[in-house]
């Protein structure tokens, strides 16, 4: 008779997979809480500890680690030496190893877990007999996952080698990432030695950037819950590589702010932000700040989505909208377009300072801090004779807060609460400069606009440029070596200037 060691922690579809191996010729061998419940479902086990003649020990901490298990588990049934081996010592070949570990890391997500409980949750048998199995699939099946199980049933009927093999790589790639999340709980060191992340499959999307190009969606095991890898989708089509990437940025700007708001996303950038006292006007803001670019753009919102700003939504062709919720008669207003897609997200009060981003290069990734500063008032000085009003500084802060968002070389033209125009990108700064305020000065509102920069000015023209487009303050980080030719520009023309210390790059 065939043996098949069974060994869970997740019981999901466990009776009826020991009930097809039984069918199949397959004796049950079993430890603890996985022995009980097929004993309970009327099936019959053999104890580990009849295998091994050992107990289990140690609280349970030493079950299958015995050579009685792993030996048979183990052997080339093709190599004559290991099998007279095996019969010299009594151990019987076992076919079959079903294991999955025990749960680290829902343990660890769990505010109140200690470091004692979590430890406790890291597995060594299960990961053990799970390697031995893949290492030895030309004879062994490993299963590591529920949602495998029917698969299995199938392919032991087959004799499928190719699923086996498969199967085998998939308990790599699970242990890998096991070890790789109790590694990062152990170290929380954010620039490790060795950087090992692990991420899950959440979809194969239809393709890439291009039509010609592969790509699929995955999530890092502790996504926090603001991310849009948690977030949920209500209605519309699949999200695309390039949906992913404008809304992963919209969220993130969407978690910078408070008051009601609305940040309207067109290829990583933003192309219009308002904010207002309800969020319908925040996103009357947001659409009178660029009101063509925002045809097929991102839409994240800080609020629920009420009727009235779900019926001013519905008349745009727009990719994805973004929200806490939806009320119920808004929503049915937005999913009348059948494409569209809608998504409840969870907000943060806004980036946490010291989390770490990821940017993949050729042949490696880079790793930094994200860029969680946001200044205020106390933050700035000013470096012009002429003082700038509370109404510039707060039109100020504001365009600095989104110009940290905005693709380098940045500039954002804005009043407060409302950005006017935004250059984005552009080789030369005076370029930004120049697409900034010429979409700015389309806007009725444009009296009394302010200008921000993500970097210093190289020179003075992007200040000459911006004084003779009716700017007349301007925020912008300082410290270049021709700083005093830009604040003589700004003098020259009565322009208040402050410098925050701080440049926003974002590449």
Not at 302 to 308: E, F, I, S, Y
Not at 341 to 346: A, H, K
Request: glycine share 6%; net charge negative; with cysteine.
């Amino acid at each position: 008779m065939k043996r098949a060691l069974l060994s869970v922690s997740d019981k999901t579809g466990l009776t009826a997979f020991a009930q097809g191996l039984i069918a199949r010729g397959f004796e049950l061998v079993s430890t603890g809480g996985t022995k009980a419940t097929l004993e309970q479902a009327g099936l019959t086990v053999t104890g580990v500890e009849a295998v091994t003649g050992f107990p289990e020990m140690l609280d349970g901490r030493v079950k299958t680690l015995h050579p009685k298990i792993h030996a048979g588990i183990l052997a080339k049934r093709d190599v004559p030496a290991h099998m007279r081996a095996l019969a010299a010592h009594d151990i019987q070949p076992i076919a079959l190893v079903c294991v999955n570990l025990y749960p680290f890391a829902e343990t660890i997500a769990k505010p109140e877990t200690t470091r004692a409980q979590a430890i406790e949750q890291i597995d060594i048998g299960g990961p053990s007999a799970l390697r031995a199995a893949a290492k030895n699939a030309a004879s062994v099946w490993a299963v590591a996952d529920p949602a495998d199980y029917e698969a299995v049933l199938a392919g032991l009927d087959a004799d499928d080698a190719q699923l086996r093999s498969r199967l085998a790589a998939k308990v790599f790639q699970i242990t890998a990432a096991y070890d790789a999340q109790i590694a990062a709980y152990l170290d929380p060191e954010p620039f490790p030695a060795l950087f090992t992340p692990t991420f899950k499959k959440l979809s194969k999307l239809r393709y890439g950037e291009n039509s010609h190009q592969d790509a699929a969606f995955y999530a890092a095991p502790d996504a926090p819950a603001e991310s849009l890898a948690a977030a949920h989708q209500l209605h519309g089509k699949e999200l695309s590589f390039n949906n992913i990437r404008d809304a992963d940025t919209a969220l993130a700007m969407i978690n910078e702010y408070q008051e009601p708001t609305v940040v309207a996303v067109k290829h990583m950038n933003p192309c219009g932000i308002g904010q207002g006292a309800t969020i319908e006007a925040a996103w009357d803001k947001a659409y009178a700040a660029d009101s063509t670019s925002i045809f097929g753009g991102i839409i994240a919102l800080n609020r629920p989505v009420d009727l009235a700003t779900a019926e001013k939504m519905h008349a745009l062709f727009l990719e994805i909208i973004m929200a806490p919720s939806f009320d119920d008669d808004a929503l049915a207003v937005l999913a009348k377009k059948k494409n569209v897609r809608l998504m409840t997200i969870t907000l943060a009060d806004h980036t946490p300072a010291g989390r770490v981003e990821t940017v993949a290069v050729n042949g490696g990734v880079l790793r930094q801090t994200t860029d969680a500063k946001i200044e205020t008032a106390a933050d700035l000085t000013v470096v012009t004779k002429v003082q700038p009003t509370q109404a510039q500084i707060d039109a100020m802060l504001f365009a600095q807060q989104v110009v940290k968002h905005v693709k380098s070389n940045a500039i954002v033209v804005a009043k407060k609460g409302q950005t006017l125009g935004i250059g984005a990108g552009q080789m030369n700064r005076i370029g930004s400069v120049a697409i900034a305020l010429q979409q700015a000065q389309q806007n009725q509102d444009f009296a009394g606009a302010v200008l921000a920069s993500d970097a210093f000015f190289p020179m003075d023209d992007c200040v000459e440029y911006a004084a003779q487009h009716d700017i007349r303050a301007i925020i912008q980080p300082g410290g270049s070596i021709r700083d005093k030719d830009s604040i003589a520009m700004a003098d020259k023309y009565g322009i208040a200037m402050v410098t925050t210390g701080v440049r926003h790059f974002r590449h």
